[in-house]
């Protein structure tokens, strides 16, 4: 990869680590459960987004597969939680 790509991957991992810190904040903050549920979603979402990161500076494609499992189960675990909340569960 050229300097120029390098720079935008470094200024957008570090985007992405600030949004997990801030998630974490309102994570710890939240004053209900629900807005705890889509703190810990968006920290997924991240944690996602820094594997596939991972995936692409160390050239293996295995770690694609790791996200899209992570991805799902946390697909799964919000859709839990949400009926949890709806007295549905």
Avoid: C, H, Q, W
């Avoid at 992405?16 to 974490?24: D, G, H, K, T």
């Avoid at 903050?29 to 160390?58: W, Y």
């Amino acid at each position: 990869m050229d300097n120029l790509t390098m720079v935008i991957f470094r200024i957008a991992f570090y985007l992405i680590a600030a949004a997990m810190v801030l998630a974490f904040i309102r994570f710890l903050k939240g004053p209900t459960f629900a807005d705890r549920t889509v703190a810990l979603d968006g920290m997924t979402v991240s944690g996602i987004s820094i594997i596939v990161f991972i995936s692409m500076f160390t050239g293996r494609a295995i770690y694609l597969d790791v996200a899209i499992v992570y991805g799902l189960l946390s697909f799964l675990s919000v859709i839990a939680v949400a009926r949890y909340l709806e007295g549905g569960l």
